[in-house]
């Protein structure tokens, strides 16, 4: 079993940035891949970036959210730069083995951190 816990979230302006961490409570397996996915309210969990050897990120932050991964200390971190109010919702780390932007091949999730981007 793996404990994911992430943090970093806040309340932030458009055109801001904020960094969110996910730590892992044991070494993640070394071919596993870690994601992360958000939340809004009324939507569907939305696929954001994964880690696993290279990075992939959604069209909708591709230039903007950059995903890097401190293996030695189980850490998954998601740099988010030039913040909209669209990107407001729960941000989640998962980790599972096998490299998809589908929540459901993810077998191991955090309880999500909130991202607020408000004026």
Same mark, same amino acid.
């Given at each position: 079993?793996? #404990?994911? +816990?992430?943090?970093?979230?806040?309340?932030?302006?458009?055109?801001? !940035?904020?960094?969110?961490?996910?730590?892992? *409570? =044991?070494?993640?397996?070394?071919?596993?891949?870690?994601?992360?996915?958000?939340?809004?309210?009324?939507?569907?969990? #939305?696929? +954001?970036?994964?880690?696993?050897?290279?990075?992939?990120?959604?069209? !909708?932050?591709?230039?903007?959210?950059?995903? *890097? =991964?401190?293996?030695?200390?189980?850490?998954?971190?998601?740099?988010?730069?030039?913040?909209?109010?669209?990107?407001?919702?729960?941000?989640?780390?998962?980790?599972?083995?096998?490299?998809?932007?589908?929540?459901?091949?993810?077998?191991?999730?955090?309880?999500?951190?909130?991202?607020?981007?408000?004026?």
């Amino acid at each position: 079993q793996v #404990e994911l +816990v992430e943090s970093g979230g806040g309340v932030v302006q458009p055109g801001g !940035s904020l960094r969110l961490s996910c730590v892992a *409570s =044991r070494r993640t397996l070394r071919n596993y891949s870690m994601a992360w996915f958000r939340q809004a309210p009324g939507k569907e969990r #939305e696929y +954001v970036g994964r880690w696993q050897w290279s990075t992939d990120y959604a069209d !909708s932050v591709k230039g903007r959210f950059t995903i *890097s =991964r401190d293996t030695f200390n189980n850490m998954l971190y998601l740099e988010m730069n030039s913040l909209k109010p669209e990107d407001t919702a729960i941000y989640y780390c998962a980790s599972g083995p096998r490299a998809s932007r589908q929540a459901e091949n993810y077998n191991f999730w955090g309880q999500g951190t909130q991202v607020t981007v408000s004026s």
